[in-house]
Nanobody, 125 residues
């Protein structure tokens, strides 16, 4: 049974940094492209960042480029999202998602086979 479990969310102030993690079990982690999505209050879910399973290429949404960094540790079956210079607009439920052997970073939710339960990140002004 595949499980993705996020951790590390919470309440921070604008300008702070926070790192969220997602540990995967039940799959061959190094074969999966991993991404972070988020759903801001009242808005649609959106892709934040992704990291390919091969070559570790990364992509970011324009809204987080230069502030967020996605990385992975295949030995720990974990993907991370380091978030710096957080803004109130980053407030959302953050989800990690996995897709097997995708060289590109899929941008739609339907392209991912597995999802975490989500974790709240709240940035106060």
């Amino acid at each position: 049974q595949v499980q993705l479990v996020e951790s590390g969310g919470g309440l921070v102030q604008a300008g702070d940094s926070l790192r969220v993690s997602c540990e995967a079990t039940g799959l061959i982690f190094e074969e999966y492209t991993m991404s972070w999505f988020r759903r801001p209050p009242g808005l649609e879910i959106e892709l934040v960042a992704g990291i390919s399973w091969i070559g570790r290429g990364t992509e970011y949404s324009d809204s987080v480029k230069g502030r967020f960094t996605i990385s992975r540790d295949n030995a720990k079956n974990t993907v991370y999202l380091e978030m710096n210079r957080l803004e109130p607009e980053d407030t959302a439920v953050y989800y990690c998602a996995a897709r097997r052997r995708s060289k590109r970073i899929p941008s739609t939710t339907a392209e991912y086979a597995y999802w975490g339960q989500g974790i709240q990140v709240t940035v106060s002004s």
